[in-house]
């Protein structure tokens, strides 16, 4: 139990210094070209066991040879933490689809899944620094309320966006807009 507490201690300073970092301007991008789809292999190969104990399956719908300018540390940090979320907060039996969509400005990606979708209220706070969607007198999912914080300070370093709707029949869907230029 001392053990777990403290890798949990530990992630949580290491959250707090990264969302410090980002904040001061101490950290300097190390962008690059990558290939979206090798990005999203390697953050599904670091969730795998995850999702395969909650049955959530996973439908990658992108060409191969889409390409960001990004820095693929932070880039794979944000993607890992959303779908992290979809395992853990959308219920067994999930469906993960993963697509991308391009105007004259953007590359975009989503993120949607078939869960049970942010309740309206939540979503102007969903990016807010310690903010948990209130689980009532229980919260059986941990976690500290940095994650979509740390998200969207990334997405603003690369010049992008990141968005949250809910979708029509169910889910939510996470949109990630990353500059072409």
Known sequence: MAEDEALRLNSLISKVIDHTKLDSKAHVLNKERIILYKLLEDVYSKLELKALEKKISFDIQINKSVTIYADPVY????????????????????????LTEEDESFMKLFISDNGPGIPEEYIPKLFDAFFRVPQGNTHNVKGFGLGLSYALQVMKEHDGRIEVKNNPEA???FILSFPKN
């Not at 933490?81 to 993963?98: F, H, P, Q, R, W």
């Open 75 to 98: 880039i794979f940090g944000v993607i890992y933490n959303i779908l992290d979320n979809s395992i853990k907060y959308a219920g067994n039996n999930t469906i993960v689809e993963i």
């Open 171 to 173: 889910g939510c869907t």
